[in-house]
Structures are given as C-alpha cells and as structure tokens.
C-alpha cells in the first residue's frame, strides 16, 4: 500500500450543497494558519471537529497527534450538509477543517509527518470551491481534485499548492483513523477492481 501516493475515493458530494454550507460559514471567525513559514498569502482555516478541550482558535486548527477526544464545533451545528458528508464515514474523524488558500496565495512545499495509508491516520480532502489554475503539486506530480470528489493523499510526501484563480480554493480536509473501512478503498485499488 506505500507505493500509492493519490488515490480518488469513490465518494462523490453535491458540490452546491458543499458551497452553500460554506456560503452559511462565511464569518470573521476564520483563524490563520499558524506555520507563517509553510505559505504566502493567506491561508485561513475553520475547525468542524476540534480536540474538547481546545479553547484557543489555534488548538480548535491544529490536528494534535496526541488528542483523544475529538468534538463537533458550532460551525459544523450551522452545516446540515457538511454533517450529512461526515456522515458517510465508517471511521473515526479526528480534526475535520475547511481550509480556505485565496487567491494569489502559495502553500510552500512541506510534509505533513506520517499521514499516509501505512501509518494511524490518512488526511482526505474533498474539494468545495477550486478551480483549474489551482496548482496542488504531490511528491512532484500536480494532482488536480475536482469540486465535490472526495482524494486520499499521502501527506508524508512533499508537496504544495499555489492558487493563481480569483476565487479562494476551500478544501473539506478530515484526518480519518484508518481501519478496515479506510483499508477497504486500498485492497479494492491493489487488487485491480
């Protein structure tokens, strides 16, 4: 299973439905990014699922390896549809984040540490609002995710996102514990079906 490094999951979200929970969501109550050093630009998040004891904005952002109990934010309470998709998972979600990268805005290249298929976790990213000139670059490959689909990536490989549209690209970003479920996508791809 090491050798995937992206894998489209056959998952499909209604993209309108996608966006006008997030039309719903758009308050000043987005946090920056706290790796100033991993982008240029702006690079805002909002937390749907954060560790329960958070109470800064940046602990409701951060995927904290070490939480172990994760709760569902006001901002997911707001969201009919975003409920109704974190619904479709056969997992445990930990941090689930709609990460919004503006325009005109780089993510330098970095790795996320061990969210791959391989380890505990995988991070998956269901594409709300992007559009072809985003540029997501994985491990030197560009990969392009479509409004509505749903993407396993593995994070432990560098990689980047410059977003050269006039429109901010918003990402559905879960980080998913992997079990039989999750493995499941992966035997189907390994053994050809």
């Known amino acids: 299973m090491s050798l995937i ?7 499909q979200f209604n993209p309108a439905k ?5 039309e719903n969501l758009q ?5 920056d990014h706290f790796n100033k050093q991993d982008y240029d630009g702006d690079w805002k998040i909002l937390p749907l699922r954060c560790p329960v004891d958070a109470k ?3 602990q409701k952002i951060f995927s ?4 172990k109990e994760w709760v569902d934010t006001d901002y997911l309470g707001q969201s009919s549809y ?3 998709v974190l619904g479709q998972f056969d997992c445990p979600l930990t941090s689930v984040r709609l990460m919004s990268l503006a325009p005109e805005s ?9 969210m791959s298929i391989d380890g505990e976790m995988v991070r998956l990213h269901a594409p709300v609002q992007t559009s072809s000139e985003v540029e997501f670059v994985l491990n030197g490959n560009r990969i392009e995710m479509g409004e509505g689909e749903l993407w396993y990536l593995d994070f432990s490989l560098p990689h980047s996102v410059v977003n050269r549209s006039a429109r901010d690209r ?3 970003v879960l980080d998913c514990v992997v079990n039989d479920w999750v493995r499941g996508f992966f035997d189907a791809r390994s053994i050809g079906q």
């Open 82 to 84: 975003f409920k109704e």
């Open 106 to 114: 780089r993510i330098n290249e970095h790795s996320d540490g061990r």
């Open 5 to 11: 490094e992206s894998l489209q999951l056959p998952l």
């Open 18 to 22: 996608l966006q006008a929970d997030l």
């Open 27 to 31: 308050t000043e109550e987005w946090t």
């Open 64 to 67: 904290h390896p070490a939480a």
């Open 170 to 172: 918003v990402h559905l």
């Open 56 to 58: 800064h904005p940046i």
